[in-house]
């Protein structure tokens, strides 16, 4: 089946600084991926959908300047915590998405620790 | 917005029983899905229904997709200890491409 990697899987970072997480389609081309981020004991709430080649479309209430989405080839797309704040800590998730049929596959998720 | 309910919120059976779970929405779905996530990991996809109605099976997994296109169950018969785990349904509003609109999950235990 289709397989999505993220790294890091996990990163602990101080405060104040940025932090990139990569999402990786790794056998198949995704025109678009998708960014959740899930705090403990909840559900994943979607933060933005990310369209190769053009500008990420952001769920209401997420900073873009704080999440900047680049999503430069079929196969990659990249989020940037930007100025991390301890509240920033949670389990990102991506996933990315086939054509044709249009699955979704996720990632295994990246656990970010700002202290 | 579009928002997801899932009952029961947690449940703790039995090694060897059956399980029964619903999610409800208070929009429409064109299609729904239902998802397990192991703890720290990323959610995998169990079932995937399209069609309003439809009854499909995955093994010991059963979902299918209400009626109304308002709700959804996931019956998990003869359960086992690596059943463990949250299970999420979601729902996307017109077609397969659209985002995926998770519920808040329900957390399944398994006592053997």
């Known amino acids: 089946g289709a397989v999505v990697s993220q790294h890091p899987s996990w990163v602990i970072c101080k405060s104040g600084t940025s932090v990139k997480i990569e999402c990786r389609s790794l056998?198949?081309?995704?025109?678009?991926m998708f960014w959740y981020r899930q705090f403990p004991k909840q559900s994943l709430m979607l933060m933005a959908t990310?369209?190769?080649?053009?500008?990420?479309?952001?769920e209401q209430g997420v900073e873009k300047d704080k999440f900047l989405i680049n999503h430069a080839s079929l196969t990659l797309s990249t989020l940037t915590v930007t100025s991390a704040h301890p509240e920033d800590s949670s389990f990102y998730i991506c996933?990315?998405?086939?054509?044709?049929?249009?699955?979704?596959?996720f990632g295994p998720g990246t656990r970010l620790t700002v202290l | 917005g579009q928002q997801l309910n899932q009952s029961p919120q947690s449940m703790f059976i039995q090694e060897g029983e059956d399980v029964s779970m619903n999610c409800t929405s208070s929009?429409?779905?064109?299609?729904w899905l239902w998802y397990k996530q192991d703890p720290g990991e990323g959610p995998v996809l169990l079932i995937a229904?399209?069609?309003?109605?439809e009854l499909t099976s995955n093994g010991r997994l059963t979902a299918q997709f209400g009626i109304t296109r308002k709700d959804s169950f996931l019956n998990i018969s003869a359960s086992i200890p690596s059943d463990v785990g949250i299970y999420f349904c979601?729902?996307?509003?017109?077609?397969?491409?659209?985002?995926?609109?998770f519920g808040p999950g329900t957390s399944l235990s398994v006592i053997p």
């Open positions: 996933s990315a998405l086939t054509s044709g049929v249009g699955t979704q596959y």
């Open positions: 056998d198949f081309q995704a025109t678009t």
């Open positions: 990310s369209n190769e080649g053009s500008k990420a479309t952001y």
């Open positions: 929009s429409i779905f064109n299609t």
């Open positions: 229904l399209y069609k309003a109605g």
């Open positions: 979601a729902g996307q509003l017109f077609t397969s491409y659209d985002k995926v609109i």
